[in-house]
Protein backbone atom coordinates (compact mmCIF):
# COMPACT_ATOMS: atom_id res chain seq x y z
CA UNK A 1 0.00 0.00 0.00
CA UNK A 2 1.62 3.24 -1.08
CA UNK A 3 0.76 6.48 1.32
CA UNK A 4 1.29 9.92 0.39
CA UNK A 5 1.33 13.19 2.16
CA UNK A 6 0.83 16.38 1.26
CA UNK A 7 1.99 19.61 3.39
CA UNK A 8 2.05 23.22 2.58
CA UNK A 9 -1.10 24.49 1.64
CA UNK A 10 -2.50 28.01 3.39
CA UNK A 11 -4.04 31.23 2.39
CA UNK A 12 -1.97 33.49 0.05
CA UNK A 13 -3.18 36.84 -1.43
CA UNK A 14 -3.49 36.86 -4.97
CA UNK A 15 0.29 37.07 -6.32
CA UNK A 16 1.81 35.28 -3.30
CA UNK A 17 3.53 31.86 -3.79
CA UNK A 18 3.08 28.38 -1.78
CA UNK A 19 4.72 25.52 -2.17
CA UNK A 20 3.23 22.01 -1.52
CA UNK A 21 4.96 19.11 -0.77
CA UNK A 22 3.85 15.51 -1.14
CA UNK A 23 6.05 12.44 1.05
CA UNK A 24 5.35 9.20 -0.39
CA UNK A 25 6.14 5.88 1.85
CA UNK A 26 7.79 4.15 -1.40
CA UNK A 27 10.43 5.34 -3.66
CA UNK A 28 8.59 7.89 -6.11
CA UNK A 29 10.57 6.44 -9.18
CA UNK A 30 9.00 3.10 -8.73
CA UNK A 31 5.75 4.87 -9.59
CA UNK A 32 4.49 5.39 -13.17
CA UNK A 33 4.18 9.05 -12.34
CA UNK A 34 3.37 11.13 -9.80
CA UNK A 35 0.85 14.47 -10.07
CA UNK A 36 -1.06 17.27 -8.48
CA UNK A 37 -4.37 17.20 -8.79
CA UNK A 38 -7.42 20.17 -7.61
CA UNK A 39 -10.62 20.10 -6.80
CA UNK A 40 -13.19 22.72 -5.95
CA UNK A 41 -16.82 22.02 -5.04
CA UNK A 42 -19.07 20.93 -7.70
CA UNK A 43 -16.24 20.37 -9.93
CA UNK A 44 -14.04 17.58 -11.08
CA UNK A 45 -10.75 16.38 -9.76
CA UNK A 46 -8.20 18.19 -12.16
CA UNK A 47 -5.12 17.27 -13.10
CA UNK A 48 -2.60 20.18 -12.63
CA UNK A 49 1.25 19.09 -13.30
CA UNK A 50 2.37 15.43 -13.45
CA UNK A 51 5.60 14.16 -13.56
CA UNK A 52 6.96 10.64 -15.39
CA UNK A 53 9.55 8.38 -13.47
CA UNK A 54 11.44 8.88 -16.17
CA UNK A 55 11.03 12.75 -15.80
CA UNK A 56 8.99 13.92 -18.40
CA UNK A 57 6.85 16.87 -16.90
CA UNK A 58 3.50 18.16 -18.41
CA UNK A 59 1.27 20.81 -16.45
CA UNK A 60 -2.59 22.28 -17.51
CA UNK A 61 -2.27 25.58 -19.64
CA UNK A 62 -3.86 27.25 -16.90
CA UNK A 63 -0.91 26.95 -14.72
CA UNK A 64 1.89 27.21 -17.63
CA UNK A 65 4.66 29.13 -16.47
CA UNK A 66 3.34 29.89 -13.06
CA UNK A 67 4.02 26.39 -11.16
CA UNK A 68 6.78 24.25 -11.26
CA UNK A 69 6.30 20.36 -10.44
CA UNK A 70 9.77 18.89 -9.11
CA UNK A 71 10.95 15.99 -6.96
CA UNK A 72 13.73 14.68 -4.55
CA UNK A 73 14.54 11.20 -5.30
CA UNK A 74 16.29 10.34 -1.74
CA UNK A 75 13.10 11.67 0.30
CA UNK A 76 10.22 10.14 -1.61
CA UNK A 77 8.80 13.88 -2.01
CA UNK A 78 7.06 15.45 -4.95
CA UNK A 79 6.82 19.54 -5.05
CA UNK A 80 4.91 21.78 -6.64
CA UNK A 81 6.00 25.39 -6.48
CA UNK A 82 2.91 27.77 -7.11
CA UNK A 83 3.42 31.36 -8.26
CA UNK A 84 2.13 34.09 -8.80
CA UNK A 85 -1.87 32.80 -7.39
CA UNK A 86 -4.57 34.10 -8.91
CA UNK A 87 -8.24 33.67 -7.04
CA UNK A 88 -9.33 30.64 -9.63
CA UNK A 89 -6.29 28.53 -7.64
CA UNK A 90 -8.46 28.23 -4.80
CA UNK A 91 -8.77 24.47 -4.57
CA UNK A 92 -7.94 21.37 -2.42
CA UNK A 93 -4.88 19.69 -3.77
CA UNK A 94 -4.01 16.44 -4.02
CA UNK A 95 -1.12 14.14 -4.97
CA UNK A 96 -1.21 10.98 -6.80
CA UNK A 97 0.71 8.29 -7.45
CA UNK A 98 -0.21 5.62 -10.21
CA UNK A 99 1.68 1.93 -10.55
CA UNK A 100 0.54 -0.59 -12.16
CA UNK A 101 -2.03 -2.04 -9.71
CA UNK A 102 -3.70 0.86 -8.35
CA UNK A 103 -4.00 4.98 -8.28
CA UNK A 104 -2.76 6.51 -4.60
CA UNK A 105 -4.02 9.41 -3.33
CA UNK A 106 -3.14 12.07 -0.69
CA UNK A 107 -5.79 13.32 1.94
CA UNK A 108 -5.55 16.62 0.45
CA UNK A 109 -4.95 20.14 1.47
CA UNK A 110 -6.63 23.39 1.00
CA UNK A 111 -4.88 26.40 -1.31
CA UNK A 112 -6.78 29.60 -0.76
CA UNK A 113 -6.09 32.27 -2.70
CA UNK A 114 -7.88 35.87 -1.92
CA UNK A 115 -8.33 39.11 -3.82
Known amino acids: QVQLVESGGGLVQAGGSLRLSCAAS????????MAWFRQTPGKQRELVARISSGGSINYVDSVKGRFTISRDIAKKTVYLQMNSLKPEDTAVYYC?????????WGQGTQVTVSS
Open 96 to 104: NGKNMWDDY
Open 26 to 33: VSIISLNH
